[in-house]
């Protein structure tokens, strides 16, 4: 149990354009969700965290309007990138917290954004 | 604020060799310790965790111990298998956040 998947697994996009990912969790609810960013050979990040039927709550330093977020229903939230840049290229990973009782953050595998 | 600071890799071992990964911490109060375990294509997945001083984690034959004197979380396993190889993270968490570290890639050769 306690399966979170990503898709898609990896895109590649133009400059300018917007990127949805999505992040389910498969056999649980979760009404609490974060997404992460990580650059090579560093840390993962945490860019927010997403609770179901209310607004994300933002990192410091993080553009809410650059990387929206949605977490309409408690198996799913997105994460949609906004006007791509090269910049933003990087690897998302997202995990998702069980609202019956396990304390524990489980990681989808993540999606690789390459902006051309 | 928080952060996590953890041996820098590769590390290449042989199999059935002591494995050692150092992670030393910097946090107020008492935050949770944690090690996640990446292999290749999948999530982070949970390898063992501490939520006090001088508490031991242990999972799969891995082990570490909370040690607040030194703000340590070392991870340790006394025979390593091919299977072991992956990226290790250290993690501490306070407030259902996680400040991770950046990651030990271990290569365990047969």
């Known amino acids: 149990g306690a399966v979170v998947s990503q898709h898609p697994s990896w895109v590649i996009c133009k400059s300018g354009t917007s990127v949805k990912i999505e992040c389910r969790s498969l056999?649980?609810?979760?009404?609490?969700m974060f997404w992460y960013r990580q650059f090579p050979k560093q840390s993962l990040m945490l860019m927010a965290t997403?609770?179901?039927?209310?607004?994300?709550?933002?990192e410091q330093g993080v553009e809410k309007d650059k990387f929206l977020i949605n977490h309409a229903s408690l198996t799913l939230s997105t994460l949609t990138v906004t006007s791509a840049h090269p910049e933003d290229s990087s690897f998302y990973i997202c995990?998702?917290?069980?609202?019956?009782?396990?304390?524990?953050?489980?990681f989808g595998p993540g999606t690789r954004l390459t902006v051309l | 604020g928080d952060s996590v600071t953890q041996m820098e890799g590769p590390v290449t071992l042989s199999e059935e060799a002591f494995l050692t990964i150092n992670c030393t911490y910097t946090?107020?109060?008492?935050?949770?310790l944690f090690w996640y375990v990446q292999y290749p294509g999948e999530g982070l997945q949970l390898l063992l965790k501490?939520?006090?001083?001088?508490d031991k984690g242990s999972n799969k034959g891995f082990e570490a111990t909370y040690r607040k004197e030194t703000t340590s979380f070392h991870l340790e396993k006394g025979s390593v298998q091919v299977s072991d190889s992956a990226v290790y993270f250290c993690?501490?968490?306070?407030?259902?956040?996680?400040?991770f570290g950046q990651g030990t890639r271990l290569t365990i050769n047969p």
């Open positions: 056999d649980f609810q979760a009404t609490t």
């Open positions: 997403s609770n179901e039927g209310s607004k994300a709550t933002y």
């Open positions: 993690a501490l968490g306070r407030a259902q956040k996680l400040v």
């Open positions: 995990s998702a917290k069980d609202r019956n009782g396990r304390n524990e953050q489980f």
């Open positions: 501490a939520t006090k001083a001088d």
């Open positions: 946090a107020t109060g008492y935050p949770s």
